[in-house]
């Protein structure tokens, strides 16, 4: 069975950084991209960021391009995604989704979210 | 960025009626859209993918139709857990992209 388990959510100022983690069980976790999808209070789905199996090849929303990286530790069975100079508008349900074999990013099964807030 | 147009916003239908949710892609996607499933304070769950493919444990109730840039959802009769909001999905392209949902609601 296919569990992630997304952590490292919380309240931070405007500017800060943090740091959300995906940790990945019931599957290879190296031959599968994944990807990040926030959700903001109330609104709809939004992609973030996907990364390949071996995490030689990233893509990122343009909202975020510049201040969140997305990598893995495939010896970890761990996603990551570092979020840096956070605005408010930031602030969202942060899903981890695996994609399917290869560079194939579909979003076939999901975590159940980690909340970031950012406020002052 | 392709952008993704479901309708309606909102569908009221009731338990055991035929639902048809659409999605509208702004260029061709061929056939790489999915569509999710997402109840109140719950994670979305992918219902279709690839346009017409059930995922794991999908009830045959739920089926995709369409390609490029015309895409259907049906659910042939409604149970009472399937009121909630339908997210289409493409990957065709660079960012990947949502609509912005289809509430399905009980009349």
């Known amino acids: 069975e296919v569990q992630l388990l997304e952590s490292g959510g919380g309240l931070v100022q405007p500017g800060g950084s943090l740091r959300l983690s995906c940790a990945a069980s019931g599957f290879t976790f190296s031959s599968y991209a994944m990807s990040w999808v926030r959700q903001a209070p109330g609104k709809g789905l939004e992609w973030v960021s996907a990364?390949?199996?071996?995490?030689?090849?990233?893509n990122y929303a343009d909202s975020v391009k510049g201040r969140f990286t997305i990598s893995r530790d495939n010896s970890k069975n761990t996603l990551y995604l570092q979020m840096n100079s956070l605005r408010a508008e930031d602030t969202a349900v942060y899903y981890c989704a695996k994609g399917c074999v290869g560079r194939c990013y579909r979003l076939d099964d999901w975590g159940q979210g980690t909340l970031v807030t950012v406020s002052s | 960025e392709i952008v993704l147009t479901q309708s309606p916003a909102t569908l009221s239908l009731s338990p055991g009626e035929r639902a048809t949710l659409s999605c509208r892609a702004s260029q061709s996607v061929s056939s790489y859209l999915a569509w999710h499933q997402q109840k109140p304070g719950q994670a979305p769950r992918l219902l279709i993918y690839?346009?017409?493919n059930r995922a794991t444990g999908i009830p045959a109730r739920f089926s995709g139709s369409g390609s490029g840039t015309d895409f259907t959802l049906t659910i042939s009769s409604l149970e009472p857990e399937d009121f909630a909001v339908y997210y289409c999905q493409q990957r065709s392209n660079w960012p990947i992209t949502f609509g912005q949902g289809t509430r399905l609601e009980i009349e």
């Open positions: 990364i390949s199996g071996g995490g030689g090849g990233t």
């Open positions: 690839d346009a017409s």
